[in-house]
């Protein structure tokens, strides 16, 4: 069992940044490739970023790429997303998972933290 807490959300200015932390308990951490994904009010959950278990590959959603930034500290049990030159379009509830398999598909994540909301101005 993996429990997710995501943390480091709120408001910020077009243009703006902000680090997103995802706190694992357990001691399985570094087992699992660790995913960001994110919902918008209407629209389906829509994968972010996704990290393997020793942190050496990551992927990105295309329109994403250049902008955030995946990380991980096994020795922390933290995921991290760094988003910076943020636009309106990124308001959206983030969402951390844990995945044996790493994939940008949101079903083949087998647990997910509680969200946390991100709303950028224009």
């Known amino acids: 069992q993996v429990q997710l807490v995501e943390s480091g959300g709120g408001l910020v200015q077009a243009g703006g940044s902000l680090r997103l932390s995802c706190a694992a308990s357990?001691?399985?951490?570094?087992?699992?490739?660790m995913g960001w994904f994110r919902q918008a009010p209407g629209k389906e959950r829509e994968f972010v970023a996704v990290?393997?278990?020793?942190?050496?590959?990551?992927s990105y959603a295309d329109s994403l790429k250049g902008r955030f930034t995946i990380s991980r500290d096994n020795a922390k049990n933290t995921v991290y997303l760094q988003m910076d030159s943020l636009k309106p379009e990124d308001t959206a509830v983030y969402y951390c998972?844990?995945?044996?398999?790493?994939?940008?598909?949101?079903?083949?994540?087998?647990?997910w933290g509680q969200g946390t909301q991100v709303t950028v101005s224009s």
């Open positions: 998972a844990a995945s044996k398999r790493g994939t940008t598909t949101p079903r083949n994540y087998d647990y």
């Open positions: 357990g001691r399985t951490f570094s087992t699992y490739a």
């Open positions: 990290i393997s278990r020793s942190g050496g590959s990551t």
